[in-house]
């Protein structure tokens, strides 16, 4: 005959076998329970991290932007190839700087480039010797090298020949050119072609 069972037992295992303790002794046994594992969580785990790209990464961004990734991909890509860092405080006032150091050159570059075409444009018209043929004609073409030349030896700037857009000059005449010195400046410059 099967012995009596507590309507509440669980699997247990004791040091005394079970049929030398008595059942009752066995049901208030099993009705203590060992304590169960308690686990004290530290703080919610960040699954997300602001970072400032130090490289330009294809199909994530470029160098200088701030976004937000996961931890993962920063943690085991970014981080350990130095292609980010983390956004904090001081990075961000590091960035903040640089940024308005970047604007100061950008606005003086402009200024120099504006103060570069008042000057070619009240210069006059640099003249442009040619050999003449036939009438108004002239033998060959001006270029932008010789525009280039032209500016070097009377000014004294250096200016590059792939700036310069030059109209098609065949005859002898006053033509205009215009020198691209910034993406926002461009200068015009009188050139007056006669015949040698």
């Given at each position: 005959m099967a012995s009596p069972s507590c309507?509440?037992?669980?699997?247990?295992?004791?040091?005394?076998?079970?049929s030398s303790r008595p059942l009752a002794e066995r049901?208030?046994?099993?009705?203590?329970?060992?304590?169960?594992?308690v686990i004290v969580a530290q703080g919610k785990v960040k699954k997300y991290r602001q970072v400032i790209l130090t490289d330009d990464i294809e199909e994530v961004g470029k160098k200088g932007d701030t976004l937000k990734v996961r931890a993962g991909f920063f943690r085991n890509f970014l981080l350990p190839k130095g292609k980010a860092?983390?956004?904090?405080?001081?990075v961000l006032k590091e960035m903040q700087l640089e940024q308005e150091r970047i604007e100061?050159?950008?606005k003086r570059v402009k200024e120099e480039a504006q103060q570069l075409a008042r000057v070619f444009e009240t210069i006059g018209?640099?003249?442009i010797p040619r050999k003449g043929g036939k009438g108004k004609q002239i033998f060959g073409s001006v270029t932008?090298?010789?525009i280039v030349d032209i500016i070097k030896s009377q000014l004294n700037r250096d200016v590059d020949k792939r700036l310069v857009t030059v109209p098609e000059?065949?005859?002898?005449?006053e033509y205009v050119a215009e020198i691209k010195l910034h993406p926002d400046v461009t200068a015009r410059v009188r050139l007056n072609v006669y015949a040698k």
């Amino acid at each position: 005959m099967a012995s009596p069972s507590c309507a509440s037992t669980l699997p247990w295992t004791s040091a005394f076998p079970s049929s030398s303790r008595p059942l009752a002794e066995r049901c208030l046994t099993s009705s203590r329970r060992a304590p169960s594992l308690v686990i004290v969580a530290q703080g919610k785990v960040k699954k997300y991290r602001q970072v400032i790209l130090t490289d330009d990464i294809e199909e994530v961004g470029k160098k200088g932007d701030t976004l937000k990734v996961r931890a993962g991909f920063f943690r085991n890509f970014l981080l350990p190839k130095g292609k980010a860092t983390l956004l904090t405080p001081e990075v961000l006032k590091e960035m903040q700087l640089e940024q308005e150091r970047i604007e100061a050159e950008k606005k003086r570059v402009k200024e120099e480039a504006q103060q570069l075409a008042r000057v070619f444009e009240t210069i006059g018209a640099f003249k442009i010797p040619r050999k003449g043929g036939k009438g108004k004609q002239i033998f060959g073409s001006v270029t932008a090298q010789d525009i280039v030349d032209i500016i070097k030896s009377q000014l004294n700037r250096d200016v590059d020949k792939r700036l310069v857009t030059v109209p098609e000059i065949r005859e002898i005449g006053e033509y205009v050119a215009e020198i691209k010195l910034h993406p926002d400046v461009t200068a015009r410059v009188r050139l007056n072609v006669y015949a040698k």
